[in-house]
């Protein structure tokens, strides 16, 4: 069992930046693919970004060159460093682990946070 749970949520400008961190419980997070999601209101929940467990990276073309996954395996966390910040970005930002292979796809991830939410105004 994983337990996720992410921080580094807030207001903040367009233009702006914010880190997110996710802290997983578990002797084991080396070994785990993470991803990052969000959901914003009245829309379907996205793929944002994932990082392998051998540190292999993929994102979506919506924050392609303003994101950033990268993990510290020796602190059980995972980050995204969003710059660049715009409005359509506000969400609430979900981190998923599964098994080794990084995905795409939330139906392949086993576990889940709890969300922190991410506000830009224009």
């Known amino acids: 069992q994983v337990q996720l749970v992410e921080s580094g949520g807030g207001l903040v400008q367009a233009g702006g930046s914010l880190r997110l961190s996710c802290a997983a419980s578990?002797?084991?997070?080396?070994?785990?693919?993470m991803g990052w999601f969000r959901q914003a209101p009245g829309k379907e929940r996205e793929f944002v970004a994932t990082i392998g467990w051998r540190g292999s990276t993929y994102y979506a073309d919506s924050v392609k060159g303003r994101f950033t996954i990268s993990r510290d395996n020796a602190k059980n966390t995972v980050y995204l460093q969003m710059n660049s910040l715009k409005p359509e970005d506000t969400a609430v930002y979900y981190c998923a682990a599964r098994s080794y292979s990084y995905s795409q796809f939330g139906d392949r991830y086993d576990y889940w946070g709890q969300g922190t939410q991410v506000t830009v105004s224009s």
């Open positions: 578990g002797r084991t997070f080396s070994t785990y693919a």
